[in-house]
């Protein structure tokens, strides 16, 4: 098979050599200029070649092309064959195909073009000391000379880049440096599959040890609730207080479990319909207890129905009783706390309200934020920063609601949760 000229294949034909020889300004006076200079490159050319090699072989990126001595041998032999073809002044369709070729060598054993260029900086180097040397003293001529041989030499560069190109050097070196990238975000993703394995495992170890024994807490509480039932006085008093300790503790657990697998993307809702009233007159009274033993007063303020065509039962019956838990929990004691639940249009509205202290402004932008924030202090009393709220906005969000707050420092907060009814 005959190989098409790099010529053809780049579309280099000869108006566009033409062009190229115009746009670097190579004339006839620059050819005779460089015939005037053939005696004395062919008097430095041996010691350029030595020079050169001796200086790539220092570098360990361009040694490792040249490990072969008898490859070394007839590069510096090609090399003092191409240096002295300088001078020729012969730009012919030849002279273009065979410096593509050396170019598109260099591409295809991978060198890279910066060692390439920097070849050559080498060798302009040594040229300018020795004609300074020589034509010192003719500053013109030195000028002149000079110029047109600079003139050849970035016609060699300028066809040598043309040949990296179309040697797809440049497209390889994306593409590996694309696939790198990509090796290096695979590394990344399973070092954080395994590591969020690993968090998760750890995570259920620390519930299960932790669940266990409050389990058995509150039923040994249980059993002395049964034999002192009145909650009102000791013994019974202190094994309610027991029971309800450690079925906060329990929810905090789930709370734990819900916003760690939900901040990874899970977080299964049953969706059902229900009646969010029913349900959150449910959790007024089964929270009663423990708003009397805190202290507090609840008043619930609700419709008689307010259905809903597709919740979740257990991730609202956690919202609402999350919020009324913290109502309880962080305001004083004596504070009333008004639970309302209405429907507006095509939403159900639960409002979880008091008449406590307060929240500042700068309280109410971290109460939802992350879980591992620490806890903050407004208007006299401290405000749950751990898994509680997080969750409720989580969740929230996860059944196409939203959760906010309306406060005012000194005339209490009211937690507003927003959900679709249908």
Request: hydrophobic share 40%; glycine share 10%.
């Amino acid at each position: 098979m005959v190989d098409t000229p790099l010529l053809d294949r780049i579309g280099l034909d000869e108006a566009g050599r033409r062009r190229l020889l115009g746009f670097l300004d190579i004339t006839d006076a620059d050819r005779r200029n460089l015939a005037e200079l053939s005696g004395f490159l062919e008097a430095i050319v041996d010691e350029l070649v030595e020079r050169f090699y001796e200086y790539v072989l220092s570098f360990p990126e361009t040694a490792a092309f040249l490990e072969d001595p008898s490859l070394v041998e007839r590069l510096k032999r090609a090399q003092r064959a191409h240096f002295l073809s300088l001078a020729a002044g012969v730009h012919d369709a030849d002279y273009f195909e065979s410096r593509l070729r050396v170019g598109l060598a260099h591409a295809q054993i991978r060198l890279e073009p910066q060692w390439y260029l920097g070849g050559y900086t080498v060798q302009l180097g040594y040229l300018m000391s020795r004609m300074f040397a020589e034509f010192g003293a003719r500053p013109d001529t030195l000028q002149q000379h000079f110029g047109s041989l600079l003139k050849v030499v970035m016609l060699d560069i300028t066809l040598a880049t043309d040949a990296y190109i179309y040697g797809g050097f440049v497209e390889r070196s994306l593409a590996e440096a694309h696939a790198h990238e990509a090796e290096r975000a695979t590394e990344a993703l399973l070092a954080k599959e395994h590591e969020e394995a690993r968090r998760e495992e750890l995570l259920g170890m620390v519930v299960h040890d932790i669940r266990s024994p409050v389990t058995a807490m509150m039923a040994t509480a249980r059993v002395g609730l049964r034999r002192s039932p009145d909650t009102g006085t000791p013994p019974g008093k202190q094994f309610g207080l027991i029971e309800d300790s450690g079925r906060n503790v329990l929810e905090i657990i789930d709370n734990m479990l819900t916003v760690a697998r939900m901040s990874q993307g899970e977080m299964p809702a049953e969706l059902e319909r229900l009646d969010v009233a029913e349900l959150v007159r449910s959790c007024v009274e089964e929270l009663k207890p423990y708003a009397h033993q805190s202290g507090h007063g609840v008043t619930l303020e609700a419709a008689a129905e307010v259905p809903a065509a597709a919740l979740d039962r257990m991730l609202v019956r956690r919202i609402v009783s999350n919020l009324l838990v913290n109502a309880f929990r962080h305001t004083p004691a004596e504070t009333q706390v008004l639970v309302g639940c209405r429907g507006e249009g095509d939403r159900c509205v639960i409002t979880i309200a008091d008449d406590g202290p307060g929240l500042s402004g700068r309280v109410i932008d971290r109460v939802f934020g992350p879980a591992a924030a620490p806890a903050a202090q407004g208007g006299g009393r401290y405000v749950d920063s751990g898994l509680g709220l997080p969750f409720c906005r989580m969740a929230c969000e996860r059944l196409g609601g939203t959760i906010r707050v309306d406060d005012t420092v000194g005339r209490g907060a009211c937690f507003v949760v927003d959900l679709p009814m249908s």
